[in-house]
């Protein structure tokens, strides 16, 4: 959902970048987990500074406490999460689904989901530890099926050309 990115103020403030649609709702949902799941932190929020959230946790009341806590990253159950409208998902309901082709074959599993700024990419493992990134559009990623556990991948013309051309060193200049 987030992680605290720093302490702000000497009063205990820490701040947050939500990766929530709406920022600010990631103090809606009630107390989140750290990574391990045995901390809970309730946030309250008192502000916003330069595109992050500045907010109260429960329990933090000095400069000192809030700046342990930076690098805390904030989770939240799925179950308490609403359920997506159609053709949005969660990032943690794609990882792990098979990725396929258009004709069946077996490509990869979905790793990791990416936000570059330029839209999500999917991080898809191959069978041999390779990894590849192919951009989650519609014209790349048409079909998403959580139920089946796949996504089918189209993939766009000579992306695998020009990631086997890096890897074998063909991108490198010479010296």
Known sequence: M???TGAHGIKGEVRVKSFAAAPESIAAYGPLEDERGGRHLALTLTGTVR???IARVDGV????????LKGTRLYLSRAAL???NQDEYYHADLIGLAAVLRDGSAFGRVRAVHEYGAGDSLEIERADGRLILVPFTEAAVPEV?????RVVIDPP???FAQREALSRGAGKAKT
């Open 2 to 4: 987030g992680v605290i």
């Open 51 to 53: 595109g992050v959230l």
């Open 61 to 68: 009341s000095d400069r000192n406490a809030a700046e342990r």
């Open 82 to 84: 609403p359920e997506p």
């Open 145 to 149: 099926d959580i139920a089946a556990g």
């Open 157 to 159: 013309e000579g992306l």
